[in-house]
């Protein structure tokens, strides 16, 4: 056992896939959780995933040694606002946001100095979201990115690190904003790419609804999927990562150009060697084991 009481602040996804997680391996003697819907605290009820469902984030996170913040980045602040009287004295607060600057702003002034906070954000995820989602195989293979400061007690993010990798997942460190903007990349503005070609499908009324779907090819599959993501999940990270999402987009658009004004002047040698570039990155993720090259990328089991 890792923590004898861990604390659950929303108990969507990846909460309950730790929870599962925890249970599987006994490092959590005891599960405490909340959600602000009481339709979802019932559901965890039902499902039993946590040992105790409260009504207020104050009452689950009594007496908790490690308390774990899975809420919208845009709840973060009220969340640790009310939490921040009722954590005991050596606990331990982490958060498992896409974005980190942000997090830290809304929720280290309600700490206590005796308390520890270590962000943290987990690179794991579906495109499904709510307690009945989650599985305890999520984490594993998958990255855990922890980011401690200079103040930060290594006994307590040691612990939170031989947690994370009891859950499967390898775990890294990283300064906060560089976090951002590597997110940036990899994934916030992917997300919102996808988001924008789905968007274009749905305004463009040459090609009909049926047909969009009828004849969706692996690309596009792949967009939908990217974009039937959470999305208050995903508007509070946009509003809470503008600067990095604003620098990448600006880079993209560059790019974009590039590519326009390679097929209209009929540039076949820019577009191979700028595809060949971009395959190897795809070879790349494959080699580190973080996808699969099967032809359904992996994605064969539905969940």
């Known amino acids: 056992m890792i923590y004898g009481?861990?604390?659950?602040?929303?108990?969507?996804?990846?909460?309950?896939?730790?929870?599962?997680?925890?249970?599987?391996?006994?490092?959590?003697?005891?599960?405490?959780?909340?959600a602000r819907s009481a339709e979802t605290r019932d559901a965890v009820r039902q499902i039993g995933f946590c040992d105790l469902v409260?009504?207020?984030?104050?009452?689950?996170?009594?007496?908790?040694?490690?308390?774990?913040?899975?809420?919208?980045?845009?709840?973060?602040?009220?969340?640790?606002?009310?939490?921040?009287?009722?954590?005991?004295?050596?606990?331990?607060?982490?958060?498992?946001?896409?974005?980190?600057?942000?997090?830290?702003?809304?929720?280290?002034?309600h700490l206590a100095e005796n308390v520890h906070f270590i962000p943290g954000h987990p690179l794991a995820g579906t495109e499904?979201?709510?307690?009945?989602?989650?599985?305890?195989?999520?984490?594993?293979n998958r990255w855990c990115i922890l980011l401690p400061d200079a103040d930060t007690d290594a006994d307590a993010l040691d612990r939170l690190t031989r947690l994370?990798?009891?859950?499967?997942?390898?775990?890294?460190?990283?300064?906060?904003?560089?976090h951002d903007l590597v997110l940036a990349v990899t994934s916030h503005c992917p997300h919102l790419i996808a988001y924008t070609m789905v968007g274009v499908a749905d305004d463009l009324r040459r090609v009909t609804d049926s047909e969009v779907i009828k004849y969706s090819a692996a690309?596009?599959?792949?967009?939908?999927?990217?974009?039937a993501s959470d999305p208050t999940m995903w508007r509070d990270v946009f509003l809470n990562n503008k600067d990095a999402?604003?620098?990448?987009?600006?880079?993209?658009?560059?790019?974009?150009?590039?590519?326009?004004?390679?097929?209209?002047?009929?540039?076949?040698?820019?577009?191979?060697?700028?595809?060949e570039r971009t395959r190897a990155i795809r070879r790349g993720i494959i080699e580190a084991g973080q996808d699969t090259d099967a032809p359904d990328f992996g994605r064969g089991t539905k969940r």
């Not at 307690?131 to 999520?138: A, I, K, Q």
């Open 5 to 34: 009481r861990v604390a659950l602040i929303g108990l969507g996804l990846i909460a309950s896939s730790m929870a599962h997680a925890m249970r599987r391996d006994g490092t959590a003697g005891e599960i405490t959780g909340t």
């Open 54 to 109: 409260t009504d207020t984030a104050a009452e689950a996170v009594a007496d908790a040694d490690l308390v774990v913040l899975a809420v919208p980045v845009g709840a973060m602040e009220a969340v640790a606002r009310e939490i921040g009287p009722h954590l005991k004295p050596g606990a331990t607060v982490t958060d498992v946001g896409s974005v980190k600057r942000a997090v830290v702003e809304a929720v280290k002034p």
């Open 128 to 140: 499904h979201s709510g307690p009945y989602s989650g599985f305890p195989e999520l984490f594993e």
């Open 164 to 178: 994370w990798k009891s859950m499967g997942a390898n775990v890294d460190t990283m300064e906060v904003d560089h």
């Open 219 to 227: 690309g596009f599959r792949d967009f939908t999927r990217i974009a």
């Open 245 to 275: 999402t604003l620098e990448i987009l600006g880079r993209f658009t560059e790019e974009l150009f590039a590519l326009q004004r390679a097929i209209r002047t009929g540039d076949g040698d820019h577009l191979f060697d700028y595809f």
